[in-house]
């Protein structure tokens, strides 16, 4: 809608991850030397954490375009709170194998299998676990004893792992000492800077096809910066907003004020979200209370029953025995 307003060849503040769009501010400049120097140990985990919306998606999307097919089979992974066995299974199935293999050992014998062909075509198999924040405890430990296999004098495969901040606290559990000390990269990617919030939006329009239409008054990607707080998501988020506001107020200058009041606007959608989520929660657990009482006195009419029951069988074989 807007993006033909403006003459543009792209929606440029899309929420959906594509490479075409990766900004190399410092922080994902940093983030992703990381990953290229974890790469280069051929060996271990390599951990990616940021708040949502931060550009861990982004990051990888720019590795897996740069990745030598030649060289790599890498598989990804977007768990949810899954078992160590269904973790395994998820694994297998990315990586080719047939499905069907129901019992463990099995299932181990063939992913080791696989990486052996891996390694004897001269490639490497890389991991990429989306979301670790999500996996319980037993099936981290789980992908750490997998990465214990040696093949040909080598490791299996080597892991990224790309969670919430959360998922470092997770790290420092003692029952995952084993898989930290097997970490041998690491960064928490970072909000971005209020230049870099400048670079992003004006790259990410430059892509799309932007010769300076609509413009943005001075101010502006401060505000911007500002309600967004550096976090790529929310930065698409507002500037989208400010785009097609733009569009339907036949503006071609995205100013400071619109910027703010449109911050504002999203803040009481996502407030007003909220409550409706709270009140949703509340009218269930009203049902539940409801429905609990309901139980509970069935439950004491069927004993009462029960009782009169046992009574009238205990009379009635009491004028028997007359």
Same mark, same amino acid.
């Given at each position: 809608?807007?993006?033909?307003?403006?003459?543009?060849?792209?929606? =440029?503040?899309?929420?959906?991850?594509?490479?075409?769009?990766?900004?190399?501010?410092? *922080?994902?400049?940093?983030?992703?030397?990381?990953?290229?120097?974890?790469?280069?140990? *051929?060996?271990?985990?390599?951990?990616?954490?940021?708040?949502?919306?931060? $550009?861990?998606?982004?990051?990888?999307?720019?590795?897996?375009?740069?990745?030598?097919?030649? %060289?790599?089979?890498?598989?990804?992974?977007?768990?949810?709170?899954?078992? $160590?066995?269904?973790?395994?299974?998820?694994?297998?199935?990315?990586?080719?194998? =047939?499905?069907?293999?129901?019992? %463990?050992?099995?299932?181990?014998?063939?992913?080791?299998?696989?990486?052996?062909?891996?390694?004897?075509? $001269?490639?490497?198999?890389?991991?990429?676990?989306?979301?670790?924040?999500?996996?319980?405890?037993?099936?981290?430990?789980?992908?750490?004893?997998?990465?214990?296999?040696?093949?040909?004098?080598?490791?299996?495969?080597? $892991?990224?792992?790309?969670?919430? =901040?959360?998922?470092? *606290?997770?790290?420092?559990?003692?029952?995952?000492?084993?898989?930290?000390?097997?970490?041998?990269?690491?960064?928490?990617?970072? =909000?971005?800077?209020?230049?870099?919030?400048?670079?992003?939006?004006?790259?990410?329009?430059?892509?799309?096809?932007?010769?300076?239409?609509?413009?943005?008054?001075?101010?502006?990607?401060?505000?911007?910066?500002?309600?967004?707080?550096?976090?790529?998501?929310?930065?698409?988020?507002?500037?989208?907003?400010?785009?097609?506001?733009?569009?339907?107020?036949?503006?071609?200058?995205?100013?400071?004020?619109?910027?703010?009041?449109?911050?504002?606007?999203?803040?009481?959608?996502?407030?007003?979200?909220?409550?409706?989520?709270?009140?949703?929660?509340?009218?269930?657990?009203?049902?539940?209370?409801?429905?609990?009482?309901?139980?509970?006195?069935?439950?004491?009419?069927?004993?009462?029953?029960?009782?009169?029951?046992?009574?009238?069988?205990?009379?009635?074989?009491?004028?028997?025995?007359?």
């Amino acid at each position: 809608m807007y993006a033909e307003y403006y003459n543009l060849k792209a929606m =440029p503040f899309q929420l959906t991850p594509d490479s075409n769009f990766f900004f190399e501010s410092e *922080e994902h400049k940093r983030a992703f030397a990381h990953l290229v120097y974890g790469l280069a140990q *051929e060996e271990g985990f390599i951990t990616i954490t940021g708040e949502i919306g931060a $550009g861990k998606t982004m990051l990888v999307e720019r590795l897996w375009s740069q990745l030598d097919v030649q %060289k790599f089979v890498a598989v990804r992974v977007s768990t949810t709170n899954v078992s $160590g066995d269904d973790l395994l299974r998820l694994l297998a199935s990315d990586l080719g194998l =047939p499905a069907g293999v129901s019992d %463990k050992a099995n299932l181990l014998r063939r992913l080791e299998e696989l990486f052996s062909r891996v390694i004897s075509a $001269g490639k490497r198999c890389l991991l990429v676990i989306d979301e670790a924040q999500n996996l319980p405890i037993a099936a981290l430990e789980e992908l750490r004893m997998l990465s214990n296999m040696t093949v040909h004098g080598r490791a299996p495969f080597q $892991g990224l792992l790309l969670g919430q =901040p959360q998922f470092r *606290e997770m790290l420092s559990d003692p029952r995952l000492e084993q898989l930290e000390q097997r970490v041998l990269a690491s960064y928490h990617l970072g =909000p971005l800077s209020a230049q870099d919030t400048k670079g992003y939006v004006r790259h990410r329009l430059t892509t799309a096809g932007w010769s300076g239409d609509p413009s943005f008054e001075d101010g502006a990607f401060g505000a911007i910066h500002r309600h967004s707080s550096g976090i790529p998501r929310k930065i698409n988020t507002l500037c989208s907003r400010a785009s097609l506001s733009g569009f339907l107020e036949d503006t071609h200058v995205i100013t400071e004020n619109m910027l703010h009041q449109l911050a504002e606007e999203l803040q009481r959608d996502l407030a007003a979200g909220t409550r409706e989520a709270n009140t949703s929660k509340l009218k269930s657990a009203e049902f539940d209370h409801t429905l609990d009482h309901r139980l509970l006195s069935l439950e004491r009419a069927v004993a009462r029953h029960e009782r009169t029951l046992k009574r009238t069988l205990q009379i009635l074989l009491a004028l028997e025995d007359i």
